[in-house]
């Protein structure tokens, strides 16, 4: 079997600001990849957003089998317009699980590393357009195929957790929100010590988000990326912020690292019986 790299040397990655690039540079050696794979499987959905076609890309990564039944993770990335360096490490990530299956154990992988399709387009749409198209499909208005996918998705495979990787260009330090404080303090918290030596992290390095109902009500109404909120189990939320102004490949290295990081540190407190 083939097994393709994106490689951290390439000096294409040194600023990110990949006019001439497409999404589709960073995720065809997945498409690559997952034809030869037993554990990668890839498909290609055309949506239409605006009466446009587009493809939005899909994989599933199945991790070396433990005990019991694998944890469903959703991975997003590519939600910020032009954030390719979030893009660039989604797919770098699949890839090494594909190549080291040990890495992702007990896992589901479900990913999506290019959420906000018009952000990488020739207009650079931002996220709140995202938002605002997927809070109007809750209120019942006409809804884009890509918008129906996604609640069809949290429908279908009801997630155990989710992990969205952010680069907004406007964050000093590596930082990370969640809902749960035992989860940022045993698991998220030792990840991003861990980065200190690669990335700056934030003064604030964890926010703890409120966990009530109304809560989850509140921000899926504002159009953010959730499930229905009456969902139980209740997924967990990690939401990761890469820092600007560092070089992209370290962006791209510390966003790999960090959510690898994170698969091990939930599989290892949920094993010693934590409870979110």
Known sequence: MKTHYIHLDDPALGQCELHDATTSDFIEPLFECAEGSASLVASRNVVSINDD??????????????GGVPIRLGIYAGLDAGAFDTVIAASRLLLELELSPSLARDYAVFAAPVVNLLGFGPD???LANFYRRYAQALDGESADEDVRY???????????????????????????TTRSRILADEVIAPVLRSLSGI?????????VLPSASE?????????????VPGSHPWPFEIELFVPAGIPC??????????VVSILRGYRQFIAHGGEL
């Open 150 to 176: 996604f609640q069809n998705d949290f429908a279908k495979w009801r997630h155990d957790g989710l992990i969205y990787v952010r680069s907004t260009g406007l964050n000093t330090g590596f930082a990370a």
């Open 199 to 207: 990335v700056p992290i934030a003064r604030e390095p964890v926010r």
């Open 215 to 227: 809560a989850r009500w509140a921000d899926r109404r504002a159009g953010r990326l959730l499930p």
């Open 53 to 66: 076609l587009h493809e939005l890309p899909k994989f599933l990564l199945l991790g070396e089998r433990g």
């Open 249 to 258: 490949e370290d962006r791209i290295r510390a966003l790999f690292l960090s």
């Open 124 to 126: 650079r749409v931002p």
